[in-house]
């Protein structure tokens, strides 16, 4: 019975499968928006709250708090900051095209700075989504679905009369998939509607005649207009955009720049980077026209001040910026969006195409609801206006009457037994009367002064209305043209009422090009402490305070100004640093840390040798590990681009102690921590090429292992301390590489015997 139960399936079958679902369900319930109405679950259930709650635009505003509770307890379970946060940017004028929420209180800035709690702001509707986006849900033109636990009713989608999708964009990551919208201007969009309607065929270059690009919140400058057309063709692609910069006279023939819009990718954390990236341009002399840099920016708008020097190339300038810093930046198209209940990445004309049909679809739900209305109207006007004429005959059935049920058979039916008339010919005329069960319910429920004169006339008139609007609401459901009349001219009013003036500019510009300023060579001094801190001064600060600087650092290299600094560490890496990238000033600057100029690490490796990048190209450099591998290395190996490369192999547990530029001329002195003393000629050790391992300079004996490494110049002596002791490294024998070497014991006479042992 149990083993009849069990299900036996692949493991790997039932992984596919609930991933697919549950990337579905991220998806179509979470991060994408419907092309319908172009908003994502959590954006369209937090309105419907508002809208259900009663936060019209002209109404108190409300504590979000209440707004985010009653959503989240009603409709989205998924916890009170994805609605807020939905809340928050539909509320914020920098990020939408139109904003869907009036927010009162701090709601952010452009700067990046965040929200205040949900507890201490307050929300209600914006008009236009009052009266564009949820007007009509009164009238059945959208399907309603149960809520998570069944308790509530939602919309499916809100019927929106504008393709919100373009006008306030979109941005999503789903599973496998993102969405990245622009935002359109709202007068545009609607002309390309209207445009779509008269003419279906139109093509997505006819369509770009109304909607010239996008209209970014923050305003800027799109240029790449060329490009524009393959994007909305395919719904995918890259803009261009750049900040809107100004240039300013001042006094004395100064000038100044004024950057007034920014890149709509710029907003947040990107203002501020931009501030840090001007600064390091000046930090690194990578210009000297800029003399100050102020950020004036504040509710009004953004303004961001560059002072410059007299006679700076303001248009060299602009190019840099564009070029160095992102006030020319890229916003990345994917037009992606749920069509039909599946992911779907759309053109221009694609989009309009969906929100037409779904127009239609509204429209035509919305004029069904509303004919049968007037049917009904009509129905029981047409009964009030016959029993006006027969209200004689009505009082007579009522009053003979002995219960409604009767009186309302006899004026549906004609049923006129045990009714008391006063004549017969009343019976007769009674029994002929056919009033719809409808009509007898309003005459059975009318107010004796609807038989005032006017109150009759007045009755006639709405009847005449009635079957007017009968009239026009059949022509608008049989009819396409009159549809298509019937919906431009809401689009009309609702252009009118909120469209505005474009704030993107979109054009075709040149390729930013600015000449970098060569700096001028010179020599200077890289400084650098036992701390890790450098520095560089020039040459004549270094001449004056030579003793300090040689006493005080541990590495002291001289080096052109536009050159690289070679650090070779024990880890076998070799890490270059930019000489302009050094802080460069007075000899008493304490500087930066290495580890910030570059991939150095100090944590997890030490330097052992440092020199000028100038200086390898004609240089043999000597190797040296502390298993005792040797190599020579030529140095044009190591004049490279990439900022970090492996100098050399080391074989497992092994590291480099020594780096040091070698001449044929030279001997070596290999010396061991326990006193192995071997001394051989420089041109004995082998040339290899940086990714080689080296051959064998010493024959290490067990737990030994190579302490130092010196080189001897031909008839200078040489003397080092080995335990306190004095040996001239001049005297000792030499021998060949690959050797054991000679033994140096410095003990009392009491472990001699052990030591010849």
């Known amino acids: 019975m149990q083993d009849s139960q069990i299900i036996r399936t692949e493991y790997s079958d039932i992984m596919k499968k609930s991933y697919i679902d549950y990337a579905m369900s991220v998806i179509v319930a979470r991060a994408l928006p419907d092309v319908r109405d172009g908003l994502k679950p959590v954006q369209r259930r937090t309105l419907y709250d508002m809208h259900e709650l009663g936060i019209r635009y002209d109404k108190p505003y409300r504590k979000c708090a209440r707004i985010v509770g009653d959503t989240m307890g009603k409709y989205h379970p998924h916890g009170d900051s994805s609605i807020y946060e939905s809340l928050v940017v539909m509320a914020q004028e920098f990020k939408k095209g139109m904003i869907l929420v009036d927010g009162h209180g701090n709601f952010g800035s452009i700067e990046g700075d965040g929200a205040a709690a949900m507890r201490y702001t307050e929300a209600r509707l914006a008009k236009l989504t009052q009266e564009v986006f949820l007007a009509d849900l009164d009238k059945g033109v959208v399907d309603f679905a149960p809520n998570f636990d069944e308790t509530e009713k939602e919309p499916e989608v809100l019927p929106v009369r504008i393709p919100n999708l373009l006008v306030n964009g979109a941005e999503g990551i789903a599973v496998g998939m993102a969405t990245s919208i622009p935002t359109h201007n709202l007068g545009e969009v609607i002309d390309a509607v209207k445009a779509y309607m008269k003419n279906s065929e139109i093509t997505t270059k006819q369509l770009m005649k109304h909607i010239k ?78 003399t100050d840099i102020s950020n004036q920016s504040s509710k009004e708008g953004i303004r961001i001040v560059l002072e410059l020097r007299k006679d700076a190339d303001v248009e060299n300038l602009k190019n840099m910026l564009y070029k160095k810093t992102r006030l020319e930046d890229t916003f990345g198209v994917n037009m992606l969006a749920v069509a039909n209940g599946k992911p779907e990445t759309m053109g221009l004309k694609s989009v309009i195409e969906h929100h037409v049909d779904f127009q239609f679809d509204i429209a035509t739900r919305k004029y069904k609801t509303l004919l049968a209305k007037e049917l009904d109207k009509k129905e029981i006007q047409e009964g009030l206006i016959k029993a006006c004429d027969v209200i004689d005959l009505i009082i007579e059935i009522l009053r003979g009457s002995k219960s409604i049920k009767e009186a309302k058979a006899c004026l549906t039916d004609g049923v006129t037994e045990n009714i008391k008339f006063k004549s017969n010919i009343s019976k007769k005329m009674a029994s002929m009367l056919r009033f719809t069960e409808r009509q007898a319910t309003a005459i059975l429920e009318m107010r004796l002064y609807k038989l005032i004169g006017l109150e009759i006339e007045a009755l006639q008139a709405e009847h005449e209305q009635t079957l007017k609007n009968i009239v026009r609401y059949e022509d608008i459901l049989n009819n396409y043209d009159s549809m298509a009349q019937v919906i431009i001219e809401d689009l009309d009013v609702i252009k009118k009422a909120y469209a505005r003036k474009r704030r993107t500019v979109v054009e075709n510009a040149e390729e930013a090009v600015f000449e970098e300023k060569k700096i001028e060579e010179q020599e200077v001094v890289f400084l650098m402490d036992r701390f890790g801190y450098a520095r560089t001064v020039d040459m004549s600060t270094y001449e004056r305070n030579r003793e300090a600087a040689d006493s005080e650092n541990k590495y002291v290299v001289s080096c052109i100004n536009t050159g690289k600094i070679c650090l070779f560490t024990n880890a076998g890496k070799m890490h270059q640093v930019k000489v302009p990238d050094i802080p460069y000033g007075k000899f008493r600057d304490k500087g930066t840390p290495i580890d910030n100029l570059s991939n150095y690490n100090s944590s997890e490796e030490q330097i052992v040798f440092v020199c000028d990048e100038g200086s390898l190209s004609m240089a043999k450099l000597l190797f040296a590990t502390k298993q005792g591998m040797l190599k020579q290395v030529d140095g044009s190996e190591f004049q490279v681009a990439k900022r970090t490369i492996a100098a050399t192999k080391l074989l497992e547990e092994d590291e480099v102690i020594c780096v040091q530029v070698v001449t044929d001329g030279q001997s070596i002195v290999l010396q061991t921590t326990n006193g192995y003393f071997l001394r051989f000629a420089s041109t004995e050790v082998p040339e290899k090429k940086k990714g080689a391992v080296g051959a064998r300079g010493i024959k290490l004996q067990k737990k030994d292992e190579l302490e130092q490494v010196y080189l001897l110049e031909e008839g200078v ?29 410095y003990c009392s006479e009491v472990c001699i015997s052990h030591c010849k042992k």
Do not use: H, W
């Open 213 to 290: 690009g996008p209209d970014f919140p923050t305003g800027g400058i799109v240029v790449n207009k060329d490009d524009l057309l393959n994007i909305y063709e395919t719904g995918a692609g890259k803009i261009k955009i750049r900040g809107k910069v100004e240039v300013e006279e001042l006094k004395g023939g100064k000038k100044r720049l004024v950057i007034s819009e920014i890149p709509y990718t710029m907003i947040g954390a990107g203002i501020g980077k931009f501030l840090n990236d001007v600064a390091s341009l000046v930090e690194s002399k990578k210009t000297n026209d800029i």
């Open 717 to 745: 002596e040489q003397k080092v301390l080995y335990k306190e002791k004095e040996v001239t490294l001049n005297r000792l024998k030499l021998a060949r590489r690959d050797g054991i070497g000679t033994k140096r014991c």
